[in-house]
């Protein structure tokens, strides 16, 4: 059986990382912020996709 | 607005997973069990966030956002009384019923315990009822992308529709928890950072307090009279009406959530699905309404951002995307409309789950074929799913003339689900209810609400037949209905229930209170059992309730 963990945390890190660089190589930002967006959310988001890639793993060898 | 090459790259990629996972879970799928009811064998953590995801569609997140913009922190009511008591209930005390049944469906609930009729009514009116919302679904989607991003209303109503086709014909029941699943975090994901910077932007909570008048911070304080705060309700109509009817209406007796929560692979997973679903639903509103709450105050006090017009008034509806378009550069654009795109298909996708499976069971097999073979439902749930999908893109050219999609949809539980609950506690809690109650109670529960509908006017809704009562708004309108119809249903049925012959003691088992084994709970930890979960999350409700008093 799939484990969701799996397809659902390849999508964040993929996500993740595109949206990061895309933060660091993209210098124009949303009208309203001067924060950077991109950089911190795909940073929260890779990190997320990490977790549950590294549950899938510990669950399968279980 | 406009995307980016980036923005449509994260969207395709999502539709790919969503693919993707409906074509690994195909091979899971051999038997109709496994196609309508995922074969009993969903791990926890996922069924508790399908549970939560089922109901995070297009009403959810566009409507809450525009409810937060019109009426501020007291739209947390829909979540904090109008959800999680009702999650709170299904799981500690109904949950052994439907589970316990080995009822494939509600409505098969409903035969077991009462009779065909009864069950007939039910299965119904609720497949009428699950079209209806899918097509909504559709129809919100279709217009929100048309008027943000210009896409054409066929195109997107079209291709959502097609995707949800894909994964749900592959995959079944078990691809749209899956897929539920994932929307939920994209939401979470997508939307909390729109949430941070809008209020940030605002200057924190405190400056949301000072650009804004009190009521739209406040959630009990002007909740004494309907004519103190901007929803138009008092307490009474909320507590009754929100908070008892037409929530434990919604999340006790409606197929769509709880067919999440059957899913689930032994009894104890499946109380503690709605429990466990209760704790991030407590959280939601900082998600989904704050931002709203933030649009306004940015609107109201010059902050660069004001909410787009509507004749004379703003126009609600609108407050997402518009938040997003100001504060998210190309790229996280990208994943908030992707996160939008999801709940409106994860929505029409647990409508449809559902449409197929009360249609299969109850409908077909129940009158059209009963003894067929299991391969021959399995086609017939695969072919429903086909059809359902085609129906539901009927609905969405036909749903139009609503203001408020909130209060539409509303308007369709006052009828049909409200009086439901009147049926499932006096069914579940009292044996001497009868079918012949059971059915009566219901019809007379609908006919109530429509009559009330029929007689009360509120904001030129409603009033068809005469004017007896006019209300300060369709809020306290639709509460109202929800509660003249439990109120008659639960009266007439045990009315009838007394008069006509009720059932052997023998024939209720595991079907009703005190006929039934409690579940034993020897040997698992207090934090697993159900009673003191539930009392976790009063504790926790009762602390956010006192934070935004």
């Known amino acids: ?62 | 607005m406009k995307l980016a090459t980036i923005d449509y790259a994260i969207l395709i990629l999502y539709f790919s997973f969503v693919i993707g996972i409906g074509w690994r879970l195909r091979k899971s799928v051999t038997s109709a069990g496994d196609f309508l009811t995922a074969g009993h064998k969903v791990p926890l953590w996922i069924t508790s966030l399908a549970f939560l995801a089922a109901n995070l569609g297009a009403q959810e997140v566009v409507g809450m956002c525009a409810s937060g913009a019109k009426y501020g922190i007291m739209t947390a009511h829909f979540y904090w009384i109008g959800a999680v008591p009702a999650m709170l209930f299904v799981g500690v005390f109904m949950m052994p019923f439907y589970y316990g049944s080995r009822a494939r469906s509600v409505p098969e609930y409903l035969k077991l315990r009462f009779d065909e009729k009864t069950r007939g009514l039910n299965a119904v009116a609720f497949a009428i009822m699950t079209l209806f919302s899918s097509g909504i679904s559709m129809y919100a989607l279709g217009r929100m992308f048309q008027l943000v991003l210009g896409w054409s209303f066929d195109a997107s109503v079209l291709l959502s529709a097609v995707i949800v086709l894909v994964y749900t014909y592959l995959g079944g029941l078990r691809s749209a928890i899956y897929n539920e699943v994932l929307q939920f975090f994209l939401i979470v994901i997508g939307f909390s950072p729109l949430s941070i910077l809008a209020v940030q932007r605002a200057g924190g909570w405190t400056g949301l307090q000072q650009k804004l008048p009190d009521v739209m911070t406040h959630t009990w304080k002007y909740i004494g009279a309907s004519n103190q705060n901007p929803m138009g309700v008092e307490a009474f109509g909320l507590f009754a009406g929100l908070g008892f009817v037409l929530s434990f209406g919604y999340w006790c007796t409606d197929f769509l959530v709880v067919q999440r929560a059957m899913a689930a692979e032994n009894m104890s997973d499946a109380r503690r699905t709605p429990l466990l679903a209760a704790f991030p639903k407590m959280i939601m509103p900082f998600i989904v309404i704050v931002p709203g709450i933030a649009a306004l105050a940015l609107t109201k006090s010059g902050g660069g951002y004001s909410l787009p017009m509507k004749g004379n008034g703003y126009d609600y509806d609108q407050a997402l995307t518009t938040l997003m378009a100001q504060f998210y550069p190309s790229g996280m654009l990208g994943v908030g409309l992707t996160a939008l795109m999801a709940s409106f298909m994860s929505g029409m996708a647990g409508n449809v789950t559902a449409f197929n499976t009360v249609f299969t069971y109850d409908i077909y097999q129940g009158y059209i074929r009963p003894k067929a073979s299991d391969s021959h439902y399995l086609m017939v749930g695969r072919l429903t799913t086909v059809v359902g999908i085609a129906l539901s893109i009927a609905t969405a050219y036909l749903a139009t003339h609503f203001n408020n999609i909130m209060d539409f949809l509303q308007l369709i539980f006052g009828f049909v689900n409200a009086p439901l609950f009147a049926t499932f506690l006096l069914g579940m809690f009292w044996k001497r209810t009868t079918g012949h109650g059971a059915f009566s109670g219901l019809l007379a529960g609908t006919c109530a609400a429509a009559a009330t509908y029929g007689l009360t006017l509120a904001e030129d809704k409603g009033g068809w037949i005469a004017n007896l009562h006019s209300f300060p708004s369709t809020m306290a309108q639709n509460f109202w209905i929800a509660i003249f119809a439990w109120s008659t249903c639960f009266i007439v049925t045990i009315a009838v229930s007394m008069v006509t012959k009720p059932r052997a003691d023998s024939e209720l088992r595991g079907l009703v209170y005190g006929l039934t084994d409690v579940p034993r709970e020897d040997g698992i930890n207090w934090y697993q059992r159900p009673v003191p979960l539930a009392l976790v999350v009063c504790a926790a409700l009762i602390v956010l309730n006192l934070l935004f008093l």
């Open chain 1, 1 to 62: 059986m799939l484990d969701l963990r799996l397809p659902s945390g390849l999508f964040f890190a993929i996500t993740g990382i595109a949206l990061m660089v895309y933060g660091i190589v993209d210098s124009s930002r949303a009208p309203l912020t001067a924060a950077n967006v991109n950089l911190y959310a795909g940073g929260v988001m890779t990190a997320f996709g990490v977790i549950l890639l590294l549950l899938a793993r510990r669950g399968s060898k279980a």
